[in-house]
């Protein structure tokens, strides 16, 4: 403002000095006109009119109201654009910082794949198998991942917690690149006084794409090429989908669960444990629980209006619309007990099939297994009080420590993963105290330093 001032004064003082000179006055009172003068005159003037219309239609657009208006707004969509963009970028390179495999634990699974193959007769597999394993009257688990350390503290902090470990029976499956280095590792450090196997997702001959649908359409190479291409281009063009890029939901081992029924048909109940969970109590009382014919006991999730079935899956959908309620309640897989007789009269594997079939074009939902979860076990699942299961350490930093020591199992779902340098540190030392330290190739492959 002061400017532009100071700006209207130079310009009055000019055009005065300019009219009162000698040369202007005898331009105006005299008959005869030296025409030198008068063009140097109307050269003079029409420059100070012509600098008086900027000074003008400067303090115009200064003063002018709508037109700041205008320009707030162009600045804050550009600003909120650039924001946008940072954030794209930044929810990729999370994405890629999340699933990469640290150093030290790609050291781990091949130290463990060295001493197999350096010693194939120490872990050869012509045991005769445990009568443990299918024993339906012994506690079991289930555990599906490729990460070998990830198995090993979920096992780990099962067993430290167990009144009676040898009541206790794992059931871990993996893709066939990790199975020796996962079962080098349970020979070399068996859980103290229980039992357990570990096998290939390929052991399970049933599971072909014949049979599964979801094996089917991860063949798919539309499906693909949505998972592999995951360029930064299409991640900032596909935001509110990015999480479901990862690797993981175009793995097998994350959709077995679906099958517990026909992968184990001896057993009546099995606990299903995600392999980024931490037990903390004993759970034998899960099996005590009436679950009042329900298939699935879960923790659920929803609060207001937040975690609704219509957070999941497309209402627009008329299948889905008149099928279920938009309104109910979510739950939380991770710990999840299933009653697998149950499981069998209800037909959930198929009840399942179907609704994949349905969604070979991914139109009642895009990715993950919650939603067709919440499908499968719609109006089947008994809600657990919320001390079983207590989620969010890895993402949200302000869950209570008091709650998070109160509760039976810890759930680590989000990016920050605690084996990892972007987990969050107030969360990290429940799942490290279950870190097998004394394991030489731990030792040899420094984790945790």
């Known amino acids: 403002m002061a400017k532009q001032l100071r700006s209207f004064a130079d310009l009055i003082k000019n055009f005065t000095e300019l009219l009162y000179r000698p040369e202007s006055k005898a331009l105006q009172g005299s008959s005869v006109v030296d025409e030198e003068n008068l063009r140097l005159f109307e050269k003079e003037v029409k420059e ?4 008086t219309r900027q000074s003008v239609s400067e303090a115009k657009e200064l003063y002018d109201n709508q037109i700041k208006i205008q320009k707030l707004e162009d600045t804050v969509f550009a600003v909120n654009d650039q924001l946008m963009r940072a954030k794209k970028q930044d929810s990729f390179s999370s994405l890629i910082a999340a699933k990469s495999v640290p150093k030290s634990l790609h050291c781990l699974s091949t130290r463990l794949m060295v001493e197999y193959v350096s010693n194939p007769e120490k872990y050869s597999d012509h045991e005769t198998p445990h009568p443990e394993l299918n024993d339906p009257n012994l506690y079991h688990y289930a555990i599906f991942t490729d990460s070998v350390l990830a198995a090993s503290v979920v096992v780990n902090s099962v067993v430290k917690n167990a009144k009676d470990p040898h009541k206790h029976v794992f059931h871990v499956v993996t893709d066939k690149v990790s199975l020796w280095s996962m079962r080098v590792w349970f020979r070399m450090r068996p859980p103290k006084g ?8 390929e052991n399970y001959k049933f599971l072909n794409s014949s049979y599964a649908t979801v094996l089917r359409q991860l063949e798919e190479a539309k499906l693909q090429r949505f998972h ?3 360029q930064l281009k299409n991640a900032t063009r596909d935001s509110p989908n990015i999480k479901f890029r990862s690797p993981k939901y175009f793995s097998i081992l994350s959709h077995l669960r679906f099958y517990l029924a026909e992968m184990y048909p001896r057993l009546h109940k099995i606990l299903f444990l995600d392999d980024d969970v931490v037990v903390q109590q004993d759970l034998t009382g899960l099996w005590e629980i009436d679950m009042e014919g329900k298939v699935n006991a879960a923790v659920e999730i929803c609060f207001g209006s937040f975690h609704r079935y219509d957070k999941y899956i497309n209402f627009s959908n008329p299948l889905i619309k008149k099928k279920f309620n938009p309104k109910a309640c979510a739950w939380a897989y991770g710990m999840n007990l299933f009653d697998l007789d149950a499981w069998r009269r209800k037909k959930c594997t198929e009840e399942y099939h179907l609704w994949q079939n349905l969604n070979a074009n991914r139109t009642l939902w895009t990715h993950g297994t919650l939603p067709p979860g919440l499908i499968t076990f719609y109006k089947m699942t008994k809600p657990l009080d919320k001390s079983w299961h207590v989620l969010g350490l890895g993402y949200n930093p302000n869950i209570s420590l008091e709650k998070i020591k109160n509760a039976a199992v810890v759930h680590y779902n989000g990016n920050m993963k605690p084996w990892l ?19 030489v190739y731990v030792q040899m492959c420094n984790f945790g330093h």
């Open 48 to 51: 100070l009119i012509k600098a």
């Open 194 to 201: 229980s039992h357990i196997e570990v096998k290939a997702v």
């Open 228 to 230: 592999f291409e995951n």
């Open 421 to 439: 340098d972007l987990a969050m540190i107030q969360y990290r030392d429940f799942w490290t105290k279950y870190v097998d330290y004394g394991m």
